[in-house]
């Protein structure tokens, strides 16, 4: 099992369209993935999940997965978070 906690730094949060795509880049993984916030923990691979977090820029997330390629997935899913926006 692979943990890491982050602070969000995308702009708007994880808002419809960032969310969309954190759930494409964690689909892409065998590894069950997890996020955690403010105690609530929904599967990052479910855009509604994701979508009913309401994670607002500054916002601390912990990503947790467990799997074959769990450092891999770990790895990107930050990338993705602590960027300032979303690229095309």
Not at 46 to 64: A, D
């Amino acid at each position: 099992m692979k943990n890491q906690t982050i602070k969000l730094e995308l702009k708007n949060g994880l808002e419809a369209r960032p969310a969309a795509l954190f759930v494409q880049i964690a689909s892409k993984y065998e590894s069950h993935i997890t996020v955690v916030v403010n105690e609530k923990q929904v599967n990052a691979k479910s855009i509604m999940g994701m979508m009913s977090l309401g994670t607002i820029k500054g916002e601390k997330i912990e990503i947790i997965a467990e799997g074959e390629d769990e450092n891999e997935a770990v790895a990107a899913l930050i990338q993705f978070l602590t960027q300032q926006e979303v690229s095309e």
